[in-house]
Nanobody, 126 residues
Framework: VQLQASGGGLVQAGGSLRLSCAAS????????MGWFRQAPGKEREFVAA????????YYADSVKGRFTISRDSAKITAYLRMNSLKPEDTAVYYC????????????????????WGQGTQVTVSS
C-alpha cells in the first residue's frame, strides 16, 4: 500500500486547510485511517482517526472541535479539514493506514498502523 498526502501549506492563524491522503495498492477490505503530526523537536502525536466503515471518529483533545476527519471509500482517500488553525498546529502531518477486520474500530496509536504517507508540512503564522 502506498499513501500520498497533500494539501499542506502556509496559512495565517485562524485560517483553514484541508489535507488529503490517497491510498493505492492492495487496499481491499476494511481499513482504518489516521492522521498524526510531528513538530520540530517533538515526538509524533496523534491527531485524528476514522474507523474502517467511516462511522466512528476520534480526535486528540488539542484539535477537537476544530479538525474534522472524513473519508471517501470509493476513492480510498482520507481527509483532514483543519479550521481555526493556531501556530501550535505547525508540524509535518502524516497519514496512516491499517487494514482491519473490524469495520467499526479506529486506532490512536502510531504502532497500530501498518503504512504511512510521506508527510505534508503545515505552517501556521501568527
Amino acid at each position: 500500500v502506498q499513501l500520498q498526502a497533500s494539501g499542506g501549506g502556509l496559512v495565517q492563524a485562524g485560517g483553514s486547510l484541508r489535507l488529503s491522503c490517497a491510498a493505492s495498492g492492495r487496499t481491499f477490505g476494511y481499513y482504518a485511517m489516521g492522521w498524526f503530526r510531528q513538530a520540530p523537536g517533538k515526538e509524533r502525536e496523534f491527531v485524528a482517526a476514522i474507523s474502517g466503515n467511516g462511522g466512528s471518529t476520534y480526535y486528540a483533545d488539542s484539535v477537537k472541535g476544530r479538525f474534522t476527519i472524513s473519508r471517501d471509500s470509493a476513492k480510498i482517500t482520507a481527509y483532514l479539514r483543519m479550521n481555526s488553525l493556531k501556530p501550535e498546529d505547525t508540524a509535518v502531518y502524516y497519514c496512516a493506514f491499517r487494514p482491519t477486520g473490524n469495520s467499526g474500530s479506529y486506532y490512536a496509536r502510531s504502532d497500530d498502523y501498518d503504512y504511512w504517507g510521506q508527510g505534508t508540512q503545515v505552517t501556521v503564522s501568527s
